[in-house]
């Protein structure tokens, strides 16, 4: 244990013992400390020091780390090592813990929680607040306050007749009283005698209250037994019909442990299953496959303007099931692709009047890229996404309904999780599948303080079923490429990747007094005595197991990647993935029953055409389109004759084309375009007058309101579009013509939206700064404090000043000093206001004076500067040494 000659009386002067390392790792651990950049090393410690910054760090503390926190809370100010040592393993010992609290209370004094020597240990006095025993905030421990904080408002007289029942001698003030009282109660032996002579009745109650919460009710005249525990002052009263359990007498009950079980050790990810790495692969490989082939659906639906968007922003609920059924997905399923297609920069507002959703042209340039890219691009976009897709059809703080691609979706943890997620997967080996439930105590474990604790675990969740439809798991596991996407080598290891948990054998008993009781809020009657304060709970004073015991762990660490090695993964990943995607085909296999078998991916131009010319009847490893009179008649309308058709079938067929669908097209095409329809509002004209009669004589034909012009021109009282769509729910084949007479060939109009980028992740906090920005901080800092704390002399018209007090003297003062350091080249510290007000100390070697202007060499800065004199508040002299 270590221990200092002169230990820092403050947090500030613990900080400036640090070398540049340390203080490097508390920005990096704590990277709100930096924004702005602290002007000193008193004004660092002095945020590290806010309650929200506090509340920030211990939020990211693991379990273990946490509960050293708590136990400092709960221990003397400041306390020893072994004080420390002793609440976390209990008088027994723990061999588990005393191997794990070296590197939890090096987590703490790294993160600025704890400062000062191994014989001085001090906690930050806001998370001694935030973690210390309250009537208002009880502690994590389920300890009470002490006896000395029980019995403040206790007269004199009580606190002898204390004394006297537990057979101390008296004393002459209470404060001696108090004292004799708390020694003891930290006595093992002879509390063991005390609480041994009691009633079962009394050990009953105190067993009950051991753990938690230590507030309990009785009636105005209490039991004997309870009578007794109040006479020794094992029970203190707090309030009328509240007693409390005094912390002292709760750990000498708990065998000296703060924590009815401390967890030293991380629960291990356990594996549910292993496969083949090979299977693994190529399942994960096929998913990445219809990932692709899913979005490229999605948003060829929404080819020619998609969904409208809704006055709040959105996918309303209609479109969403609309687009589900589109996908033959489930609608979580469609709000996942719909959410990753906008977080990938594909999709997005066209931002015009009529406000609709559509493809971007970003989609244009991802079409063209290889298969392996297309999928590195997605991967990439959900692993750094902010928008939680699996929020779609809940509701908010206000009871909001939350939509696809709408607003209150953004979770700032999202990305967090999924990469830890995915790293405790890279921690397995190859081929292994974790089980679920190991995963979600893994994570809780890790971040225990966490206000959004449900919801990491149930991003968690997410991030399994996500990783599985995106193809970066397979079967469960961590894909080869998933490992890359990470920065992580096959094999579950990592240059980047660092152990960060030990493994000790745990051989040791680990008794306690009494047995886990239930802790119910609730007196007789449903009334809360007076004083109990609203919200804490207490235990009504009747009525039972079980001790939780760590579990031994390895922890795999994966460092977030910064955007440029993350690029450099992701393209490591493609490549990785490219030899296990299919290779796109050139060929169908047309067979008998009008439909084609496509037996893998096709080429897009392949697949573009067989797209108009036949519907899709069903997918899988294997694409089945179907021909029909209606998909021939639509690859008529965009253009295509016959012939055209003949030589398509023909020329990408490994079969020969069967007859009955050269007949289909045939057939389609001899009575494509027999019928014109034009506007007149709308008109039919056939050469045909007889198919001009049997269109008048159907009475299907009674809603188009048609007459007849001329033998050969009927006129209709519809647009042109809902009399195409009459007559061909006839059964005629119409084909729409210009002004001019000429056929109308329909093509498909691909709406764009204008170039749009892809929305940005919310921040978790400050971004973690580099190592660029974490050396030039701390460069000024250093800089700032040497400023601050420089000694000087005292200019003889200015009063004494306190610490960190900017200098004050007259502006002829100021000139006069200033010149003088000219010529003799000494150092000066001046207060100085810049042009936003911001004041602060340098240090100065003055070069010339003049203008109104002082040139020096400022050693803060480290380079020459130029300051405007009127914006000197003071200057002094250092001291010679």
């Given at each position: ?471 970066v798991t397979g079967r469960g596991a961590l894909s080869g490429h998933g490992r890359a996407l990470l920065g992580a080598p096959a094999g579950g290891g990592s240059a980047r990747a660092s152990v960060a948990g030990r493994a000790a054998a745990s051989d040791g008993s680990r008794g306690s007094y009494g047995s ?50 993350q690029a450099v993964a992701s393209a490591a990943a493609a490549r990785i993935l490219a030899p296990l995607l299919p290779e796109p085909l050139d060929h169908v296999l047309l067979q008998a029953d009008l439909t084609a078998v496509a037996p893998g991916p096709l080429q897009r131009p392949l697949a573009d055409v ?272």
């Amino acid at each position: 244990m270590s221990s200092s000659a002169n230990p820092p009386r403050s947090l500030a002067e613990a900080l400036r013992g640090r070398d540049d390392g340390s203080l490097a790792a508390l920005l990096r651990a704590r990277p709100d400390l930096i924004t702005p950049v602290p002007t000193d090393l008193t004004q660092l410690a002095t945020r590290a020091g806010t309650r929200a910054s506090v509340v920030r760090a211990l939020e990211r503390l693991d379990r273990f780390a946490l509960q050293a926190a708590e136990a400092l809370a709960v221990a003397a100010d400041p306390a020893p090592y072994d004080e420390l040592l002793a609440l976390l393993a209990g008088d027994g010992g723990d061999p588990a813990v005393a191997a794990a609290l070296p590197k939890a209370l090096a987590t703490l004094r790294e993160q600025a929680l704890v400062w000062g020597a191994d014989d001085r240990l001090r906690l930050v006095r806001t998370a001694r607040e935030l973690l210390a025993p309250s009537p208002q905030h009880p502690s994590p421990t389920g300890l009470g306050p002490t006896v000395q904080e029980a019995t403040a408002g206790m007269s004199p007289g009580r606190v002898q007749e204390i004394v006297a029942a537990a057979g101390l001698p008296s004393t002459h003030d209470a404060v001696s009283a108090v004292a004799a009282l708390t020694a003891l109660f930290r006595d093992r032996r002879r509390m063991t005698k005390l609480v041994g002579g009691l009633p079962e009745e009394s050990r009953e109650v105190l067993s009950r209250l051991v753990w938690g919460p230590p507030y309990g009710q009785v009636t105005p005249d209490p039991a004997p037994h309870l009578r007794r525990l109040l006479d020794l002052g094992l029970l203190v009263p707090t309030a009328p019909g509240t007693v409390v359990l005094p912390r002292e007498v709760a750990l000498h009950l708990r065998g000296g442990r703060a924590h009815r079980a401390a967890e030293p050790l991380a629960p291990a990810v356990e594996a549910a299953a292993t496969h083949r790495p090979q299977v693994v692969d190529a399942t994960a490989a096929g998913q990445a496959y219809t990932a692709l082939a899913t979005v490229e659906e999605l948003l060829k639906d929404w080819d020619e303007g998609g969904p409208a968007v809704l006055r709040a922003g959105g996918l309303s609920v209609r479109d969403l099931k609309r687009t589900a059924v589109a996908l033959d997905v489930a609608e979580p399923v469609a709000a996942f692709w719909v959410e990753l297609s906008y977080a990938a920069g594909l999709v997005a507002s066209d931002g015009e009047a009529d406000e609709r959703y559509a493809a971007t042209p970003a989609y244009d340039e991802w079409l063209e890229q290889p298969a392996a890219q297309r999928w590195a691009r997605l991967a990439e976009a959900w692993l750094a996404a902010t928008r939680t897709a699996g929020l779609v059809g809940g509701r908010d703080a206000k009871d909001r309904a939350l939509s696809a691609l709408g607003p209150g979706l953004d979770r700032s943890a999202a990305p967090e999780v999924r990469h830890r997620v995915l790293t405790l997967l890279a921690g397995l080996p190859e081929g292994a599948s974790p089980s679920p439930a190991s995963v979600l105590a893994r994570l809780r474990w890790e971040r225990p303080q966490r206000r959004e604790e449900d919801l990491r675990v149930r991003l968690a969740e997410w991030t399994l079923t996500e990783a599985e439809l995106l193809g970066v798991t397979g079967r469960g596991a961590l894909s080869g490429h998933g490992r890359a996407l990470l920065g992580a080598p096959a094999g579950g290891g990592s240059a980047r990747a660092s152990v960060a948990g030990r493994a000790a054998a745990s051989d040791g008993s680990r008794g306690s007094y009494g047995s886990r009781g239930s802790a119910t809020a609730s007196a007789a009657g449903g009334s809360r005595p007076a004083g109990l304060p609203a919200g804490l709970p207490s235990v009504p004073l009747d009525g039972g197991p079980g001790d939780k015991l760590p579990v031994h762990h390895v922890t795999p660490v994966l460092e977030p990647l910064s955007p440029a090695e993350q690029a450099v993964a992701s393209a490591a990943a493609a490549r990785i993935l490219a030899p296990l995607l299919p290779e796109p085909l050139d060929h169908v296999l047309l067979q008998a029953d009008l439909t084609a078998v496509a037996p893998g991916p096709l080429q897009r131009p392949l697949a573009d055409v067989l797209d108009v010319l036949a519907d899709v009847e069903s997918k899988g490893g294997a694409t089945v389109y179907r021909f029909t009179p209606g998909s021939v008649r639509r690859a008529l309308d965009a253009g295509q004759s016959a012939s055209d058709l003949h030589a398509f079938l023909t020329a990408h067929s490994r079969t020969p084309v069967p007859q009955p669908l050269t007949y289909l097209i045939d057939d389609v095409a001899r009575r494509h375009g027999h019928l014109r329809v034009g506007a007149a509002s709308a008109y039919v004209r056939c050469d045909d007058d007889a198919v001009l009669n049997e269109i008048l004589l159907d009475k299907r034909a009674a809603s188009l309101r048609l007459r007849r012009l001329a033998p050969t021109v009927l006129a209709a009282q519809a647009d042109p579009a809902t009399l195409l769509d009459g007559l061909r729910a006839m059964g005629f084949a119409p084909a729409a013509e210009s002004a001019d007479g000429d056929v109308l060939i329909a093509r498909a109009h691909a709406h764009r939206t204008p170039p749009r980028t892809a929305p940005e992740p919310v921040p978790d906090g400050p971004p973690i700064p580099d190592g660029t920005l974490l050396t030039a901080a701390i460069r000024a800092i250093r800089a700032g404090d040497l400023a601050s704390t420089a000694p000087r002399k005292q200019p003889p018209s200015a009063s004494p000043s306190a610490p960190g007090d900017l200098p004050r003297t007259s502006s002829a003062e100021t000139l006069a000093t200033m010149q003088a350091a000219v010529l003799t080249g000494e150092a000066l510290w001046i207060g100085y206001v810049n042009a936003e007000g911001t004041a602060s100390q340098r240090v100065i070697a003055p070069v010339r004076v003049e203008g109104g202007f002082v040139t020096a060499y400022d050693h803060t800065a480290d380079e020459v500067r130029t300051y405007p004199l009127h914006r000197v508040t003071g200057v002094a002299e250092l001291a010679e040494d």
